[in-house]
């Protein structure tokens, strides 16, 4: 591939698979000797400390509603969207430096303009249209945008579905992190198949596995004390913690059992209040998040990744690669292709206790193999999707 000017786009640098698989990319293509710009709509987040030096790092200046609103009408209207319908006043934050990012293209002329997440990808095109420079957009989806719908539920995001399939069209190409969710993406953006492309998430299995080796002092993981079942990800209506403590609940019955689960978010009052309502006190715990979860996923007995829906969730795969046994729910999408259809761990129907609790069980009860589940990650490795981003940019 030919040394070029590339751009990527953020929102921020929160703890997320999306932001940390962009800054992989980042990283990769500037060691690979292509000048990068990360480009944030706010320079904060706990991964602003794993910044690539390599990088040049820009925050976009956030611009007056009236100027913001003058060019979204420049650009949508012409073209059938109607942006008085969209609730401008409620239109998320990265919409307010759409004049700064087109300034940006403008003057930098970029070859490549890449960006994630949904509100992120409209922005990145509507600036593409806006700019005189031939700046080619590619925008990447994390999730299963049809499980997402309805969950947009008011103001601006309500509008979401008909601009996606309105736009998305429009960049020059479009990457999904798995099959399903290049399938739901397809469908839902009226795309064809060979319009999108499946790159998948990625993994450091090396540098898991050392942070997965410092030391970590918990009276649960001393010698001779209860296995420890362990989910990890953001206490959302998404990550569906409670069918976890349900499951955990029936097991917990007739066998000596710990459950830590590690994240923060709106659902941690409705959890706190079932451990309660089962009587689960001191046997099931929800410390917050740890910057350092990987200590854990090489500790526990059983990692669970109970989802409704994913896009391709990087937990699992560095669940993986500190050696875990794993159970999944199969939902849409991306356990199903990570675990390879259930060779690598248990995949249970979304949302069902008792097959969770009874997958569980079997995981407890079996044989694992620590350096099975770790080279499976390394399938997965950044060298390997790397290649994949450049190959792809490349055509």
């Not at 798995?178 to 998430?201: F, K, T």
């Not at 794993?326 to 990570?338: L, Y």
Request: hydrophobic content about 45%; glycine content about 6%; some cysteine.
């Amino acid at each position: 591939m030919p040394r070029r000017h590339i751009a990527l786009l953020l929102r921020d640098l929160r703890v997320g698979g999306a932001e940390r698989t962009l800054l992989r990319l980042a990283e990769g293509l500037a060691e690979d000797g292509h000048r990068v710009d990360l480009l944030l709509v706010r320079r904060r987040g706990p991964l602003v400390a794993e910044l690539p030096p390599k990088v040049r790092v820009l925050e976009l200046p956030r611009s007056s509603p009236r100027k913001t609103r003058i060019q979204l009408r420049r650009v949508l209207q012409p073209r059938g969207t109607d942006l008085l319908r969209l609730g401008f006043q409620k239109l998320p934050r990265v919409l307010s430096c759409l004049p700064a990012l087109t300034d940006y293209l403008d003057e930098e002329r970029p070859a490549l303009l890449i960006t994630t997440l949904t509100t992120n990808n409209l922005a990145a095109i509507w600036a593409g249209m806006s700019t005189v420079a031939a700046t080619r957009v590619v925008i990447r989806e994390a999730i299963s945008l049809s499980q997402q719908v309805p969950a947009w539920s008011s103001g601006y995001e309500t509008w979401l579905p008909a601009l996606i399939r309105r736009w998305y069209p429009e960049a020059s190409a479009v990457v999904a992190n798995s099959a399903g969710s290049a399938a739901d993406l397809q469908e839902l953006a009226g795309l064809s198949s060979d319009q999108v492309a499946v790159i998948p998430n990625s993994v450091d299995v090396d540098q898991l596995l050392e942070l997965a080796s410092q030391p970590l002092s918990h009276a649960w993981l001393s010698k001779g004390r209860a296995p420890v079942i362990l989910g990890v990800g953001r206490l959302e209506a998404q990550k569906d913690f409670g069918t976890l403590i349900g499951a955990f609940s029936r097991l917990q019955r007739n066998r000596d059992l710990r459950l830590m689960i590690l994240g923060e978010g709106s659902q941690r009052e409705a959890l706190e209040a079932q451990v309660r309502t089962l009587r689960l006190e001191g046997r099931v715990a929800l410390p917050g998040a740890d910057t350092n979860p990987y200590r854990w996923m090489g500790r526990a007995r059983v990692f669970v990744l109970p989802s409704r829906f994913e896009g391709s969730p990087n937990v699992l795969l560095e669940a993986l690669a500190c050696g875990a046994s794993a159970v999944a729910t199969d939902c849409p999408s991306g356990p199903r292709e990570i675990l390879d259809d259930g060779r690598f761990g248990r995949l249970v129907p979304v949302g069902d206790e008792l097959a969770m609790a009874a997958a569980i069980e079997a995981a407890l009860d079996a044989e694992h193999s620590s350096k099975r589940s770790t080279d499976r990650a390394r399938v997965f490795s950044h060298d390997t999707a790397l290649r994949r981003y450049l190959a792809f940019l490349d055509a």
